[in-house]
């Protein structure tokens, strides 16, 4: 089962807007993770945020995470059409494997 | 550059035979994964090594085996391929524990079973 849940599962915006997809898990964690995945391409890692951290930025990218709410966010901001593509978070804890969630496909309307 | 790349890319077969995809990384990376995706569950974990002879079960591992008899290869085999295993198989590979670090993937292979 999954410990992710991204939400929501599509978002089609236009070129240039901000993009914000969620990630709520169900357990405790160590840190969680954001990849990208293009139409059948494999995943590609985009940023990792430790349970101790409330926001990190990577370019264009900005995440939080919210342990309370056991929830992260992922921005986008002033999206590109190459940005299509799914977003899957994913949490680890421990040792354990990281467990992934089912994925946001986000589509940018040129 | 260091990469992982998986094989085949794309391959049919037929129910009751053996399959076995290859995963070969150049990392030294000694954590490798295999993990499922098919629509409506994301990615699910088939199983999983953190060196050489070490191996481990992951959520779906019924029906499937591997071996690691070196850093650089972690082969999935299909004991006898069923229908319920269609679907793309992503490989994966780390050299830190999931708390420090990323995972690199390949770029899936997709395996169909008539």
């Known amino acids: 089962s999954q410990q992710g849940e991204e939400d929501p599962q599509a978002l089609s915006i236009q070129e240039g807007e901000n993009a914000t997809m969620n990630c709520s898990y169900k357990t405790s964690i160590n840190n969680l993770q954001w990849y990208r995945q293009n139409s059948g391409r494999g995943l590609v890692h985009l940023i990792l945020?430790?349970?101790?951290?409330r926001e990190k930025h990577s370019g264009r990218l900005r995440v939080t995470l919210d342990t309370s709410k056991k929830s992260s966010s992922l921005l986008i901001t002033a999206s590109r059409a190459a940005d299509t593509a799914s977003y899957f978070c994913a949490t680890g804890f421990g040792n354990e494997k990281l467990t992934f969630g089912t994925g946001t496909r986000l589509t940018i309307i040129p | 550059d260091a990469e992982i790349t998986q094989s085949p890319r794309h391959k049919i077969t037929e129910t009751g035979r053996q399959v076995t995809l290859a995963c070969h990384q150049t990392w030294n990376h000694n954590n490798m994964f295999w993990y499922r995706q098919d629509l409506g569950h994301g990615l699910r974990l088939i199983h999983y090594s953190y060196g050489v002879q070490d191996t481990n079960k992951g959520e779906v591992s019924d029906g499937y085996s591997v071996s690691r008899s070196n850093t650089e290869d972690l082969p999935l085999t299909l004991e006898s391929a069923a229908s319920s295993q269609t679907s793309v198989y992503f490989c994966?590979?780390?050299?830190?524990?999931?708390?420090?670090?990323?995972?690199?993937f390949g770029e899936g292979s997709r395996l169909t079973v008539l």
């Open positions: 994966a590979s780390s050299d830190r524990g999931v708390q420090d670090g990323e995972l690199f």
């Open positions: 945020i430790r349970s101790n951290e």
